[in-house]
C-alpha cells in the first residue's frame, strides 16, 4: 500500500484512463526549481524572470543573464521549461527604466509592450536565452519554450515570434492573461507554437477587478463563468490548430478546476510545487469522460458559485 501511495505520488500527470497531462511548475528561482523536482513535476511550465530584474540599478547584462537563467533551471535539466520574458513595467517599476509613473499601472506599458518603449530589454533577454538554447544539444533544443506575457493583438504576438525565433528559439509562445487575445486565439495561436492561459489577469482584466483588491475577491473568483468561457474558447483555438494550450495561472493548482481544465482539452497545467500532489491525485482519479463532462455544464452557468457546485456534483465524493 505504502509502494502504491509513493508510485502514484511520482506519477506522470494523467487522467484515471491514462490520458496524460504534463504536470509542470511555476518557479522564479532555484529554490523553486528545487521544490519542484521534490513533486517530481514534469518540467517549469512558467519561469518568472522579474527576480532577476528588480532591486536593481542596472539592467542585468546578456551574460548575467544567461548565468541567472542557467543557475535557475539547472535542476530541471533534461525536461522542457517555459521561460516568459519580462512581465514588469509601471506597477512593478524598475529603477533603471525611466517611465512616467501612470494613472492605471495595470493597463500601462507593461509586459510585451516594454518593446514600445525600452525594445533593447527584450533584445538582450532573448539573447541570454537564445544562447541557453545554443548550448543544449541538438535534440533537445525545442524544449525551452519562451512566451510573452501580456500579448493583447495578433500583431504583438507575430512580432513576438519573429523577434524570438530571429534570436534562435525554437518554440515561441504567449501567454493568453488579456482578454482580446482570448477572444482572437485562433488568430493568435496561428502565429505561435503554443500559448499558455494566465488566469490571474485574464481574470482582473475580463472582470475589471484589480487582482490585488481583497473587496473584489467575489469577482475575481476564477470560476467566474465569463473567465471560463474565455478560457474554454483558447482552448479549443490549441485543439483545432493542434498546438498546446496550458493553464499557468492559480486555476491550475486547484484541483476540481484542474478537472475542467483539462476537460476543455488542456495539454499541461502549471502550478506552485506545493499545489502539485493534489492535482495530481484528484486527476489520476477521474477519467476523461468525467473532466469533458465537468467542461460542459460550468461555462453556462448563472454564476461562479453554480459552476463550481455543478463541477463539484460530477466528481467523485471519495476524493
Ligand atoms: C497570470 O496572470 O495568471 C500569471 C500566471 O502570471 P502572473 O501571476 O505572474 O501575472
Ligand atoms: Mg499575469
Redesign the pocket.
Known amino acids: 500500500e505504502v509502494a502504491r501511495t509513493l508510485s502514484l505520488d511520482t506519477a506522470p500527470g494523467a487522467t484515471a484512463d491514462g490520458i496524460p497531462v504534463a504536470l509542470l511548475a ?1 518557479v522564479g528561482t532555484q529554490a523553486d526549481t528545487r521544490r519542484a523536482v521534490e513533486v517530481t513535476a514534469e518540467g517549469i511550465g ?1 519561469l ?1 524572470t ?1 527576480l532577476l530584474f528588480t532591486g536593481r540599478h542596472t539592467a542585468p547584462t546578456v551574460e548575467e543573464q544567461t548565468a541567472a537563467y542557467r543557475q535557475v533551471l539547472e535542476p530541471m535539466a533534461g525536461r522542457r521549461v517555459i521561460v ?1 520574458t519580462l ?1 514588469v513595467g509601471a506597477d512593478k517599476p524598475l529603477p533603471f527604466l525611466d517611465r512616467p509613473s501612470e494613472v492605471n499601472p495595470a493597463l500601462g506599458v507593461r509586459g510585451v509592450r516594454l518593446d514600445r518603449t525600452h525594445p533593447q530589454l527584450e533584445a538582450d533577454q532573448l539573447t541570454a536565452l537564445g544562447a541557453l538554447v545554443a548550448d543544449l544539444p541538438a535534440d533537445a533544443r525545442s524544449d525551452l519554450w519562451v512566451m510573452a ?1 501580456m500579448v493583447a493583438t495578433t500583431a504583438e504576438a507575430a512580432r513576438f515570434a519573429y523577434e524570438a525565433r530571429a534570436h534562435g528559439i525554437r518554440t515561441v509562445g504567449a ?1 493568453v ?1 488579456v482578454p482580446s487575445a482570448a477572444l482572437q486565439a485562433s488568430a493568435v495561436l496561428a502565429e505561435l507554437d503554443f500559448a ?9 482584466y475580463t472582470m475589471a477587478a484589480d ?1 490585488m483588491a481583497g473587496d473584489l475577491a467575489d469577482l475575481l473568483d476564477l470560476w467566474q463563468p465569463a473567465v471560463l468561457e474565455l478560457v474554454a474558447r483558447t482552448i479549443r483555438a490549441g485543439v483545432e490548430l493542434d498546438k498546446p494550450v496550458g493553464i ?4 491550475a493548482g486547484d484541483p476540481l478546476m484542474a478537472l475542467v481544465l483539462v476537460g476543455m482539452g488542456a495539454t499541461s497545467l ?1 502550478m506552485s510545487p506545493a499545489a502539485m500532489p493534489a492535482v495530481r491525485h484528484c486527476l489520476r482519479a477521474h477519467p476523461m469522460e468525467i473532466c469533458r463532462e465537468m467542461a460542459a455544464v460550468v461555462w453556462d452557468a448563472d454564476d461562479a458559485a453554480t459552476a463550481r457546485t455543478r463541477a463539484l456534483g460530477l466528481a467523485d465524493p471519495e476524493v
Open positions: 511555476n512558467l518568472r522579474e516568459r512581465d506575457p501567454m492573461e499558455s492561459v494566465g488566469t490571474n489577469d485574464l481574470a482582473q487582482r499557468c495561472g492559480e486555476s502549471s
